[in-house]
């Protein structure tokens, strides 16, 4: 078992990794693995669980508030649950932690950017500038996650197969 202390990796024995004498390669190789896969169970399960709680505050605030029209409540629940549903597929795919960890970031804070924008637009459909932006905002995303995914399973011109 892997154990994170103070940015460090260590082994059961509490000593570092590289300098264990008790770890073949192979152990080490699946020991990784395990603690790698056990990070993203958890992250997929925060994930969904924040994606949740946001979607019924929403509509919570939505019953509750008399200038927050059902439209924009709407748009809203669809966003929350757009951006969910993307963070969960930023896990579920097979791609390098620091694609996954900028671009947990860069969607959070465009996810929040969507909010706003769904929160203060006009209540209507037809020649909203809002609703256009969230959609080119979301469509962005989503070919920002498939370049992602497809240059980082790309291997000396090659793709690699997943392993999930």
């Known amino acids: 078992m892997q ?7 260590v082994c059961r024995t509490g000593c570092h990794w590289l300098k264990c004498p008790n770890w073949p390669e192979l152990q080490f ?20 669980i924040f994606g949740g709680l946001a979607f019924v505050i929403n509509i ?3 019953l509750l508030l008399s200038k927050y029209s059902n439209f924009n409540m709407g748009v809203n629940c669809g966003v929350i649950a ?6 969960y597929a930023l896990y579920q795919f097979n791609m390098r932690d620091a ?4 671009l947990s970031f860069l ?12 929160c203060f637009m006009p209540q209507y459909a037809q020649d909203n500038g809002s609703l256009i932006a969230i959609i080119l905002i979301l469509f962005t995303k989503i070919l920002i996650l498939t370049i992602t995914n ?14 999930r």
Request: net charge positive.
């Open 3 to 9: 154990i994170l202390l103070s940015g460090k990796r």
């Open 29 to 48: 190789n699946k020991h990784l693995l395990l603690f790698h896969l056990k990070n993203d169970t958890d992250m997929k399960k925060t994930i969904l």
């Open 60 to 62: 919570l605030l939505g």
């Open 82 to 87: 757009l951006n969910t549903a993307l963070l």
């Open 99 to 102: 694609f996954r960890i900028s």
């Open 107 to 118: 969607f959070g804070i465009v996810g929040v950017i969507e909010l706003l924008l769904a």
């Open 150 to 163: 497809n240059s980082s399973n790309k291997k000396n011109g090659k793709y690699e197969l997943s392993k």
